[in-house]
T-cell receptor
């Protein structure tokens, strides 16, 4: 069981370039989300999705785009990379807590380390 | 709105000593609370969670946390630290008003001294 798979693990970009971070999960989870991790700031939510075709913005959405065409996949697009987007990116998935309508335990990928020069 | 404050970005403990990591939260609705652990170069994994059942929650690797509504706290403890506990620990809060969004604290890095 692969869980949550992120690719690539490492990427170096030049300012202004675009790229897509891939995320796939094989647990049939409804909820998926993207976080970025920066030292001392914990994880901050970029975008999330509660199901195929439904996405919404998190705390730090600017400069990023997402789509959710299937339950399994949730790619994150950087439209025009900036040095401020140098970070470690984590994709996570979860299923709702029964009867609560909120997400339960998050299952994380191993992260994608992005450097923007 | 919801928020999480973890007191102390770094904690150093001796092997065999008590581990205490502090977490205070703010939430306008009954919260769901989580502790996650991150080992070097890995993603986060769940240690334990509080979802409105028992206030004392036991997790993996001997960790436990107590939900105290009056203090808006969810501190993580382990009676006896092991070298393998060296990692970064994150407290997170969620709740119905937040949908499936979790808000994370800034993290506490634990160093275990032999």
């Amino acid at each position: 069981n692969a869980g949550v798979t992120q690719t690539p693990k490492f990427q170096v970009l030049k300012t202004g370039q675009s790229m897509t971070l891939q995320c796939a999960q094989d647990m049939n989870h409804e909820y998926m989300s993207w976080y970025r991790q920066d030292p001392g700031m914990g994880l901050r939510l970029i975008h999330y999705s509660v199901g195929a075709g439904i996405t919404d913005q998190g705390e730090v959405p600017n400069g990023y785009n997402v789509s959710r065409s299937t339950t399994e996949d949730f790619p994150l697009r950087l439209l025009s990379a900036a040095p401020s987007q140098t970070s470690v990116y984590f994709c996570a998935s979860s299923r709702p807590i029964a009867g609560a309508g909120v997400g339960g335990e998050l299952f994380f990928g191993e992260g994608s380390r992005l450097t923007v020069l | 709105a919801q928020s999480v404050t973890q007191l102390g970005s770094h904690v150093s403990v001796s092997e065999g000593a008590l581990v205490l990591l502090r977490c205070n939260y703010s939430s306008s609705v009954p919260p769901y609370l989580f502790w996650y652990v991150q080992y070097p170069n890995q993603g986060l994994q769940l240690l334990l969670k509080y979802t409105s059942a028992a206030t004392l929650v036991k997790g993996i690797n001997g960790f436990e946390a107590e939900f105290k509504k009056s203090e808006t706290s969810f501190h993580l403890t382990k009676p006896s630290a092991h070298m393998s506990d060296a990692a970064e620990y994150f407290c997170a809060v969620g709740g119905k008003a937040a949908g499936n969004k979790l808000t994370f604290g800034g993290g506490t890095r634990v160093l275990v001294k032999p």
